[in-house]
């Protein structure tokens, strides 16, 4: 009954700050934040709260609460701002919401109210960004028709295989202005400091205010590539105000390795505090805050860790929020990562009954009907999605795949790079484009695709594996080493990063090394038809160190586990079963050879002979 | 009390034209003693009735029995108030007993002069002097001309030639000065005399005349305590004037000298201060000894107020806190905040410590609602202007500047500017030029000058025009430090050295010189004294510039690389860090930091930053070959507990120390829960699906 209780005032809190923030995130123009708590307030709608109703019986204490909680109103828009600073407010916003943001800026260049403030700063950052996209975009275009391009590119028939090498990337941080106003991350984040610095705050009242300017000094702060200090200022706007969504989603951006995940997960949990001005009630306490435990859920779907927690959590969110479409996409990426695709599919099948015109994540689902091969879903999702909007990154991600997977590679290139044009930090839309190359047999662009994709992001192990890939098609052992070391870093429960990097470690001759790698892929590996190979590489790199015993153990599995399976003979199964019989033949247990070549009926005319010759060596042994 | 001057007597050298203005010469006279006992007698009415009279800021002043007699309305408005006003306000404190017989308007204070009093000579002499103030040089000449035939009085002589002065016609003054040996009979007149050649450009002439010393300095301080009637000593404009002439001889230390004379003599010669400090003939140190040095008890009230006027006006690489102090109070206690020289004194110092955006603002304001012609803050506004590169107004205000006051140094300075901005060099030498022809006192351009030389490679006639301004500048320390960039980068180091310590005599906390030694000591290798000097450079910009600005980033880019060659690998892969956070991307400084991670074996984040320099310049040979090299090493380095791969497995939940992955993954699969997403790699396989494989990545494996 207790915990029923709780969950109820759970949900009616988070319903309202949820309320809160839309109200107020919209009024500060973080449009995605708001959003987002109103997609998630309506997948609570069906969550029937009882009304709180005064209840002579209940006992005073309770009561108590249960007033507060009645009487708590959302804020006025003008709450805390004198007449003057409102007036101003307005004309900011509305020279917002039409795109003047130098202007914006100008108008709010003597405020001190923080809310006011940040405002200021952050149009000075949307109008310093705008004009940075705006000047490489004109390099973009300069460098494509002068064609400028790595020189040992060796296939270049048009310009679908000149990608974007030519964007300017040692571009200068300062926009200057010919009238000498210039902006960079680093001048905004001085005057950010300096602000924070000589200010005295009311945390009580300030509260938001402060929230959104630690939040900007994150964004800056990451932006200049400072990771560990971004991290810190998100969490310290978090405290503030938890309920900002995007805050959540920086500081999962800042974060790149597991190491750092878990030190994180821990501050989460044991220092973490929530400030009670601005999360009310239940919110305030870090066990029942909602929105850690949505970071978690983001946070293990971007580096991985305790599944069984994440399935909990996800199942509690579940609970609350049942109708909302970011949840529902979450779980579906989950059974994506773990290579269910069928699952996967049909959640989002769901997902787009309630919700059609949602674009968020749907390329992810394009991705699962092009591995699945269902073409015509694809087609139609594809039609479907330009209908929407064409001007979406997403929407042209699904493009792309659908031409890819009508092998027209070219077509399929230009929709990602257009993708890539309407969002530059889609790191899936480089690897993708990366992999489009590599079909073309560029794999130059390919290189550069994925390195791109690495910029990024740090954490996308597919960018890092294609790189190995890449490499290692042009035989470039020693880099490929590297990047599978960095795909494998990053996911160290995947077989195949092993598999790749014992191949690349024993290509290099460095059979110890291989064996280890080697060894982890046979732990991780859920395939027979895998374990076989497996086994056989493994018996492969002893037998380079002489190690013959062990060699012959692995040849035994290969040959052994392949008669368990009665599946088709491979080549492997026939190399290993020829191995051991010469093996036989040199301990001269003929028989056992003879025993070993004849079983050998499939494989190559050379494998047969060889298997034959032996058949007849040990005959002539045996008599 | 000295006696003032009676007509045929001329002021001494202690004096100042105060003593034969017309008015005062009279009043003294008339009034000297009535006024002393007056002042006993009555002093409670008077101060009642001053206090009506007066504007409010001066009040703690007329409440002093002095400035009782002062006091006077200000708006009576006879024609002659004017230059009495004028008078009054040099004077007025400290020489009130002169000056309240100035008055000229009948009002009532008891001490008003009564013209019908005067002579008929007297009343010439008044309408002589009036109509010079009102600038009608035609009825002085006419009035005077008449005055000095009737008394033959060299002080009549002196007004009559300062009429031709104020004409131009300079020749015409000599000429009545030099009949009659006037000059040795009035100091006045040789003062006028030698004013009139120095604007003929007769220099040597004007120095027989003036003499080549001072020939009062002996008797300079005896006279010392005397009263000073409230003006400019003559003594004091001498020298000055001797120092003028000997800097258009280009005898730059007599200058020197003869500046520092006038401003020791009497601290309110204010031009020979400015001489000092415009000109830069004094280093920082030497301004600031001059000003401790200076008298300033003679203003009295005026002492704390001038005294930081003057203190603002010094140099400002040094004793900046002092300087703050008094911008501080001059604006606190004083109403100064928007007069030009706190404001150019603060923007002076913003653009010393880099901190263009704020000077430009401040430089700004004040050309818009002030002064737009000011000649003290254009060139600081030019100049930054330039270090924003902000062409489009570079272009604004020269051309402003080109319509409004095309005689100006500083016009042709701006245009010089403009296209020095705009990267045309040899328009911008041409203005440059042009500038330092009209005013070849004007530092700015002769250093854009020499920069233009320098940009352009040209080492020899770079040197020639940086020790051209060197000389000229004595109390610049640039132009020595630019000599030394310049053999710097010609790899002549000891000259180099020379000249860099000539540069730190001069200023020893300017960071661009001490950052520029390091490098030179760090060229000469030696490390120690390099780490020395670019240690001290980051401790004066600490507190001065912005963390951003190119001064700090080469700085610590420079420390980095001593540090390294020190040794010191982990303060080395510090200062880089920050340098990198920070500034532009520099593809070397990835390579270096990526070898120092290396020497510190850290290897991926060595290979990471050698992947970056690469990204920013493919075809960087030393940052290839580096990464080969490690990327060998990464090849032999075993997959032990230490290593990265190894670690990160271990975190993904699998704590078995052994590193065995086999039974946690196991208890993975045993895991069902309701969502059994970690089944899913079995249901994939016993539906053994072709196509379920994961996607792309399978895809690139069939090109293998």
């Known amino acids: 009954m207790m915990v029923q209780d709780n969950l109820i005032d759970i949900i009616h809190d988070t319903k309202s700050s949820l309320r809160r923030s839309v109200l107020e995130l919209s009024q500060w123009k973080l449009h995605k934040s708001a959003k987002w708590s109103a997609e998630a307030l309506q997948g609570m709608a069906d969550q029937q709260v009882p009304r709180y109703v005064v209840d002579p019986d209940e006992s005073p204490i309770r009561d108590d ?6 009487n708590y109103e959302l804020p006025q828009v003008n709450a805390g701002m004198s007449e003057q600073e409102y007036d101003l407010y307005l004309l900011a916003s509305s020279l917002f919401d039409s795109k003047e943001f130098d202007r914006c800026s100008y108008f709010l260049k003597d405020v001190v109210e923080p809310r006011l403030k940040f405002l200021k700063l952050y149009c000075s950052y949307l109008s310093w960004d705008k004009k940075t996209i705006e000047s490489t975009e004109t390099m973009l275009m300069v460098g494509e028709s002068s064609r400028i391009q790595s020189p040992d590119n060796d296939s270049n028939e048009d310009n679908i295989n000149n990608p974007v090498f030519s964007e300017n990337k040692n571009k200068s941080d300062v926009q200057i202005s010919e009238d000498g106003q210039q902006t960079s991350v680093t001048i905004l984040l001085n005057e950010l400091k300096e602000y924070i610095e000589q200010h005295a705050f009311n945390e009580q009242i300030d509260g938001l205010g402060l929230a959104l300017l630690y939040y900007l000094k994150g964004v800056l702060l990451s932006r200049q590539g400072n990771k560990s200090h971004a991290i810190t200022a998100f969490l310290k706007s978090l405290s503030f105000y938890s309920f900002n969504w995007t805050c959540w989603v920086e500081l999962l951006d ?68 049942p109708n ?14 773990h290579m269910d695709y069928i699952s996967s599919e049909k959640l989002f099948n769901q997902i787009i009954k309630s919700d059609p015109y949602r ?3 749907l390329d992810v689902y394009s991705n699962i009907l092009y591995v699945m091969q269902k073409h015509s879903k694809l087609a139609y999702l594809a039609q479907f999605v330009s209908q929407i909007d064409k001007f979406r990154a997403e929407s042209c991600c699904i493009a792309a795949n659908y031409y890819s997977s009508r092998q027209e590679h070219e077509k399929s290139i230009m929709y990602f790079r257009r993708a890539l044009t309407l969002d530059k930090k889609s790191t899936g839309a480089w690897t993708l484009m990366g992999h489009e190359f590599v079909e073309l047999k560029n794999s130059n662009a390919a290189i550069e695709c994925y390195r791109r994709a690495i910029d990024i992001d740090e954490r996308d192990f597919k960018a890092w594996y294609g790189l190995g890939q890449a490499y290692e098609v042009s035989d470039m052992h020693l880099y490929s080493l590297y990047y599978f070391q960095r795909a494998c870093t990053i996911r160290p429960l995947d077989r195949r990063m092993w598999q790749a990097l014992a191949s690349c470690y024993a290509k290099m001759n460095n059979s110890k090394e291989s064996i280890k790698c080697y060894q982890r892929a046979l732990q991780l590996s859920n395939n027979v038809d895998q374990d076989i190979v497996l086994h056989y590489e493994l018996a492969k790199q002893y037998e380079k160190l002489l190690d013959t015993e062990s060699c012959r153990s692995n040849m035994l599995k290969c040959v052994e586990l392949d008669r368990s399976m009665e599946g088709v003979i491979t080549d492997e199964v026939v190399q290993a079963t020829i191995w051991l019989a010469n093996y036989e033949i040199k301990l001269k247990n003929y028989e056992t050879a ?30 | 009390m000295r006696n003032p001057m009676s007509p045929g007597q001329t002021p001494s050298q202690h004096n100042s034209t105060l003593a034969i203005s017309p008015f005062i010469a009279r009043g003294t006279r008339q009034q000297q003693i009535p006024i002393s006992s007056r002042n006993l007698n009555q002093p409670q009415e008077k101060q009642d009735t001053n206090h009506s009279r007066n504007d409010p800021p001066y009040q703690s002043i007329v409440s002093s029995p002095l400035g009782q007699r002062t006091s006077q309305p200000f708006n009576s408005s006879t024609n002659l108030t004017t230059p009495h006003q004028e008078l009054r306000k040099d004077s007025r404190f400290e020489a009130g007993e002169h000056v309240t017989t100035l008055t000229t308007t009948t009002t009532n204070t008891t001490t008003d002069i009564d013209i019908s009093e005067l002579s008929s000579i007297e009343r010439l002499r008044l309408w002589r002097h009036d109509s010079l103030m009102q600038h009608m040089y035609q009825t002085a000449e006419y009035v005077g001309n008449k005055i000095y035939s009737i008394t033959g009085d060299p002080n009549d002589a ?49 120095l027989d005349i003036i003499g080549e010393s001072n020939p009062f300095s002996e008797e300079s301080n005896k006279s010392k305590k005397l009263q000073s009637d409230g003006g400019i000593k003559l003594e004091s404009s001498l020298c000055y004037l001797r120092g003028k002439i000997y800097s258009a001889l280009n005898h730059f230390s007599k200058a020197k000298e003869s500046f520092k004379e006038a401003i020791l003599i009497d601290v309110k010669n204010f031009e020979a201060f400015e001489e000092l400090t415009n000109k830069c003939l004094l280093t920082p140190q030497e301004e600031w000894d001059i000003i401790e040095s200076l008298d300033f008890s003679i203003l009295s009230d005026n002492e704390e107020m001038i005294k930081n006027l003057y203190m603002i006006h010094s140099s400002k690489l040094i004793n900046t806190n002092k300087i703050l102090e008094a911008q501080k109070v001059l604006i606190d206690e004083y109403n100064l905040e928007t007069n030009v020289d706190v404001i150019s004194s603060k923007t002076e110092m913003l653009y010393n410590s880099c901190d263009f955006d704020k000077c430009l603002v401040l430089c700004e304001k004040y050309l818009k609602t002030q002064d737009a012609l000011n000649p003290k803050i254009l060139p600081t506004y030019i100049s930054c202007l330039h270090e924003l590169g902000a062409k489009n107004k570079l272009f604004l205000i020269s051309h402003k500047l080109a319509e409004q006051i095309p005689k100006s140094a500083i016009t042709w300075f701006s245009v010089g500017t403009y296209y020095l901005t705009m990267n045309k060099i040899h328009e911008a030498r041409k203005f440059f030029s042009k500038s330092s022809i009209i005013d070849p006192n004007f530092a700015p351009s002769w250093l854009g000058f020499a920069h233009t030389f320098s940009i352009e490679g040209e080492q020899d006639q770079a040197l020639t025009a940086y020790s051209t301004a060197a000389r000229f500048f004595p109390g610049v320390h ?39 030694m390091g490098v030179m000591y760090f060229k000469k290798e030696e490390y120690e004294k390099s780490k020395k000097y670019l240690n001290k450079a980051m401790d004066e910009i600490k507190h001065k510039l912005y963390s951003n600005s190119k001064t700090a980033v080469s700085i610590q880019t420079n420390l980095g690389h001593t540090y390294r060659k020190l040794g010191d690998n982990e303060r080395a892969i510090e200062c880089f860090k920050y340098v990198l956070q920070d500034s532009e991307k520099d593809p070397d400084l990835y390579v270096t ?81 309701s969502f059994s997403s970690n089944a899913l790699p079995k249901k994939i396989r016993t539906e053994s699906n072709d196509n379920a494989n994961d996607g792309h990545d399978e895809e690139m494996m069939d090109i293998e």
Request: net charge neutral.
């Open chain 1, 65 to 70: 609460s249960v007033k507060s909680r009645m």
């Open chain 1, 254 to 321: 800042c974060v790149s390795r597991p190491d750092e995940s878990l030190i994180l997960t821990k501050h989460l949990a044991e220092k973490f505090e929530l400030k009670e001005s601005n999360n009310i009630f239940t919110q305030s306490s870090t066990e029942n805050n909602i929105m850690i435990k949505f970071f978690k859920l983001a946070l293990y779907q971007e580096i991985g860790g305790n599944i069984d927690e994440f399935l909990m959590n996800l199942e509690y969110l579940l609970s609350i929020s």
């Open chain 1, 324 to 337: 909302f479409a970011y949840l529902k996409s979450q779980h579906a990426l989950v059974y994506y990562n």
């Open chain 1, 359 to 361: 674009l968020e994540d």
């Open chain 1, 594 to 623: 003879y025993n070993y070549a004849i079983g050998i009926t499939n494989g190559t005319s050379l494998q047969i002979d060889s298997a034959r010759y032996i058949a007849r060596l040990c005959r002539e042994k045996m008599k």
């Open chain 2, 158 to 206: 002196f007004w009559l030639a300062q009429g031709f002065y104020y004409k131009g016609e300079y020749l015409r003054a000599v000429e009545l000065l030099s009949k009659d040996n006037l000059e040795s009979i009035s100091i006045m007149c040789r003062y006028l005399i030698t004013l009139c050649l120095f604007k003929l450009n007769k220099f040597d002439e004007a």
């Open chain 2, 478 to 516: 640039l132009p020595n430090l630019f000599l030394g960039m310049q053999y710097m980068s010609s790899n002549t180091l000891s000259l180099a050295e020379e000249y860099f310590t000539l540069a730190y005599d001069i200023c020893p906390n300017d960071p661009l010189l001490l950052n520029e």
């Open chain 2, 593 to 673: 930091l990526g070898f120092l991670y290396l020497q510190t074996k850290q290897l991926q984040k060595g290979i990471d930053c050698l992947h970056r320099a690469l990204a920013i310049k493919p075809g960087m040979t030393s940052a290839q070959e580096l990464l080969t090299h490690a990327l060998e090493l990464n090849v032999i380095v075993s997959l032990d507990e230490n290593h990265p791969l190894v670690v990160s497995s271990r975190i993904h939940g699998l704590d078995n120390k052994d590193g065995s992955l086999y039974n946690t993954s196991k208890r993975r699969k045993s895991v069902s829960s």
